[in-house]
């Protein structure tokens, strides 16, 4: 049920009447009420009685994106489980495998790509791979992600995140101002060089966790070369002004 569009206090009431028939085959009927927090006031006062004492026979799922908007009276009769976003290991993993089923040619950087832009989310993930092999595309390569999805090029990511760690505002400038040039999203771009000041921090203050960062073999070389360029402070401050910088555009209402 799609309470986004079935928010009503009648509909709750026709779902009230429908639970306590007995299913006709198997043990359960099982109700998945999805952004449940879209239901109406009334809508949820309806079905409160029915959560509080569900026939034996029934079983109710309720799913949401924003937990903070579901009544507390409803919080406290249903368990709760948090879905976390997967890894982007665990993604990249995923992907491999489904392009290898589908027969699609896929290299290290396009896989880390479509992982990166799924921001923890498998099927964003396998909908941005189908997008991409959509195009009659069997070889996919990271050039040809970061055409189809305007994500800016490696080089300029480098170019910048090496003007941080040489301290070369110059330089960073420059390779700013290129992007802007050439219509580069640039919050988008920030998202990048952050991934990457923060891969050089674990580098630099964790080394056993680097196994655990999900880097090309282009991108394990330039965090090696640098990734000693900077004191552990000065990384860790480079990364709190590069995250309030995405905060502060993301919550920004001024035009581009």
């Known amino acids: 049920i799609d309470a986004a569009?079935?928010?009503?206090?009648?509909?709750?009431?026709?779902?009230?009447?429908?639970?306590?028939?007995?299913?006709?085959k198997s043990p359960y009927k099982v109700y998945v009420i999805d952004e449940v927090h879209m239901l109406t006031k009334e809508a949820f006062n309806a079905i409160?009685?029915?959560?509080?004492a569900p026939p034996s026979h029934t079983i109710f799922v309720l799913a949401t994106t924003e937990f903070e908007k579901i009544p507390e009276t409803v919080v406290s009769r249903c368990?709760?489980?948090?879905?976390?976003?997967?890894?982007?290991?665990?993604l990249r993993k995923a992907l491999r495998e489904i392009a290898k089923k589908e027969k699609i040619n896929i290299d290290d950087e396009a896989v880390?790509?479509?992982?990166?832009?799924?921001?923890?989310?498998?099927r964003d993930g396998?909908?941005?791979?189908d997008q991409s092999a959509g195009l009659g595309e069997k070889n996919i390569t990271g050039e040809k992600i970061r055409e189809i999805f305007s994500a800016?090029?490696?080089e300029l990511v480098e170019e910048i995140v090496r003007s941080i760690v040489l301290k070369s505002p110059e330089k960073?400038?420059?390779?700013?101002?290129?992007?802007?040039?050439?219509?580069?999203?640039i919050n988008l771009l920030l998202k990048f060089v952050l991934r990457e000041v923060r891969a050089l921090?674990?580098?630099?203050?964790?080394?056993?966790?680097?196994?655990?960062?999900?880097?090309?073999?282009r991108e394990a070389e330039f965090l090696k070369e640098h990734k000693n360029s900077l004191t552990p402070n000065e990384l860790e401050r480079a990364l709190t002004i590069l995250l309030d910088s995405h905060q502060m555009r993301a919550n920004s209402y001024l035009p581009e």
């Open 172 to 185: 960073g400038f420059q390779a700013i101002k290129s992007a802007a040039e050439n219509n580069i999203d």
């Open 48 to 52: 409160l009685k029915t959560l509080e």
């Open 112 to 122: 880390g790509l479509l992982a990166f832009f799924s921001g923890g989310s498998l």
């Open 126 to 129: 396998i909908g941005y791979l």
């Open 79 to 90: 368990q709760h489980f948090s879905f976390r976003r997967l890894a982007e290991s665990v």
């Open 152 to 154: 800016p090029k490696r």
């Open 201 to 217: 921090l674990i580098l630099n203050i964790a080394p056993d966790m680097a196994r655990e960062l999900t880097l090309s073999e």
């Open 5 to 24: 569009s079935s928010r009503g206090i009648d509909e709750i009431r026709a779902l009230r009447d429908a639970v306590r028939l007995s299913p006709m």
